[in-house]
């Protein structure tokens, strides 16, 4: 089924008609299954075609108008959710393509999941069900006004009271402000508050506490409670629907029992107590959050490169000297080779993403066992490819829009807010630079192991192949040979082994291990980086030897393939060359590869975003109408925006008409 909620005529029925491979069968490959196309395609419809969730207009609305808008559809998805007897994966998909981020993100995507992992199974019986009615609203308050990324470095304290089994929850400094929670600001009842907990005179670090902050019965804020929004944020529309929110704690006294008590507890006497497990537990949801991230940036990233590839095919510019027709920008080389590894980024994010769910799912049954071994990789893993991903896909969305020229600049091409609401990503949920020393500090561990034998397994199994990695050559004579998976692999393994390992000795040779570690900082973050560009690409091999069906679905994933994988081996030359994995002349013919690889996809490239299967609705872009009647719609367009509501415009008496009818003062004029 076709993805139109647009007009009547096919503008790009010639494009789709040149595709060489099944469109349907591409849209099981892309979101994973059949049932999974299905349920998707329901959701996004039963959104596209209800009023209440509209949002051509979202750019144009004042904050409070937004921030009102952001509850009603949040209330009205709630209610359509209850109505319609949802299933948990349908209520997470329509909310989704409601596509409008809102206090119930943070409900959903931190709160319940805090208390699902660091809770105890009495204190998930008291909480869970309460969040699940939304009987109470809730926020993951971690970040304060001086400190983020550096968690132990929080300062708000909870202390324990043995006189009144209470925690009394505090902020000493201005600076220990909650500051940015999603949802704290204006919604949010309760809040999972980090905090330094102290008991019998000793700090035991930060730890989890559940914090009623509003009234159940008038949602003022309750004493001892100072609650506000931080204020607007970069872009129209765009992440302002979101309440993100300060708060100050005066000495507020909460139940003891209201600590999050799976990890540690503390007694009735005030006894701190830690269970046998590894305390980096206490970051759980992040990493949770972090593995949802990664499926995101498919699905904005996609978005974008929807747009772009369709407005592509629907602009001409130059090309006749004779007065026929003008070319198709998508014909324009320059602009495929921009273009076209952005689409296969698309589908390379969307199956490492759908790899790191499973990673993660087989950590928690792990865990559940008290297996711990994987932490350390699930934490490198969801950690390098946040980073990775979200930086990319923030590039490619700005991409995008220079790819659209100048109607990409329009709100209506639906990429400003798109690029305005996705950038955070790079910043939230760890900065991608600080979760890039993490990976490298793992990848430095690892070699430092090898030494003494120990095999790395996991994504950096392939480490433990040092004495051939470190030394060998690349033996592509032709540009065909780097279709080889083998070719490939080779020297992407070879790049990130060498870069981890010149890092490991140039560190060695620093007075300390930590002075070396920041000396090498920017050397270590791109040794982070090759070594999840590693895991995408290997990834992306891995999920060719699936069963794929369909009539030349396998082959256009394979092109994609080897484009993303050759395309970052063209853009990160100088890490291949630099470290003696290929030469001058290998890189060249990669390159030449490459350009036999974008006349490829050129015919397909319209099927292949197609398989996105995004309504209009969710796209909400009329550079990226699935008709590709794009003119009229940007004529129409034009036509709503507030200061076409009058011919003569607000201010023209006061500012404009006093101007114009002025007398000549200036004796040179
Ligand atoms: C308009 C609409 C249009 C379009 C819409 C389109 C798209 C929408 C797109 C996106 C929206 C979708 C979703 C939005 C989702 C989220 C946004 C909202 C909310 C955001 C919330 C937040 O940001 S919450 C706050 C997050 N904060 C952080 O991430 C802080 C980062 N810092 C840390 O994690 C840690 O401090 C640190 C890891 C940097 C350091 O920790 P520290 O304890 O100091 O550690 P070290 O000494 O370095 O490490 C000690 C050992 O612990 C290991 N470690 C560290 N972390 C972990 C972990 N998580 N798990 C396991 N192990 C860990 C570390 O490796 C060390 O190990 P050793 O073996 O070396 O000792
Ligand atoms: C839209 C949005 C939503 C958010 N939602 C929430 C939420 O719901 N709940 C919540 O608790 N928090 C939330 N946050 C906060 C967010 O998690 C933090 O902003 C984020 O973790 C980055 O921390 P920071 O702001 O302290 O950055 P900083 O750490 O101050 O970063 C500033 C600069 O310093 C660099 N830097 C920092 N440390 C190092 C280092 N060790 N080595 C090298 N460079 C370094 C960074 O790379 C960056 O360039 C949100 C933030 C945003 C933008």
Redesign the pocket.
Known sequence: MAAVDGGEVDHLAGERATAHFDVDAMKVAWAGSRHAVEVNDRMARLVASDPVFRKDTRTMLSRKELFKDTLKKAAHAWKRIVELRLTEEEANLLRLYVDQPGYVD?HWG?FVPAIKGQGTEEQQKKWVPMAYKFQIIG??????L?????VQGLETTATFDPNTDEFVVHSPTLTSS???????GKASTHAVV?ARLITQGKDYGIHGFIVQLRSLDDHSPLPGITLGDIGG?FGSGA?NS?D?GVLRFDHVRIPRDQMLMRLSQVTREGKYVHSDVPKQLLYGTMVYVRQTIVADASKALSRAVCIAVRYSAIRKQFGSQAGGPETQVLNYKTQQSRLFPLLASAYAYRFVGEWLKWLYTDVMQKLEAKDYSTLPEAHACTAGLKSVTTSATADAIEECRKLCGGHGYLNSSGLPELFAVYV??C????????LL?QVARFLMKTVSQLASGKQPVGTTAYMGNIQYLMQCKSAVNTAGDWLNPAAIKEVFEARALRMAVNCAQNISKAPSQEEGF?EL?PDLLESAVAHVQLIIVTKFFEKLQQDIIGHGVKEQLQNLCNIYALFLLHKHLGDFLSTGCITPKQGALANEQLGRLYAQVRPNAVALVDAFDYTDHYLSSVLGRYDGDVYPALYAEAWKDPLNETVIPDGYQEHLRPLLKQQLKFSRL
Do not use: I, R
């Not at 001086?146 to 550096?150: D, L, Q, T």
């Not at 909650?178 to 704290?184: I, R, S, T």
């Open positions: 943070l931190m926020c993951y308050a971690q970040t304060e001086g400190h983020g990324s550096n909650k500051w940015w929670p999603g949802g704290l980090y944020k992440y979101m993100n955070p990503a910043t939230y949920e760890g900065d991608n630079v600080v020393l920041s900082s």
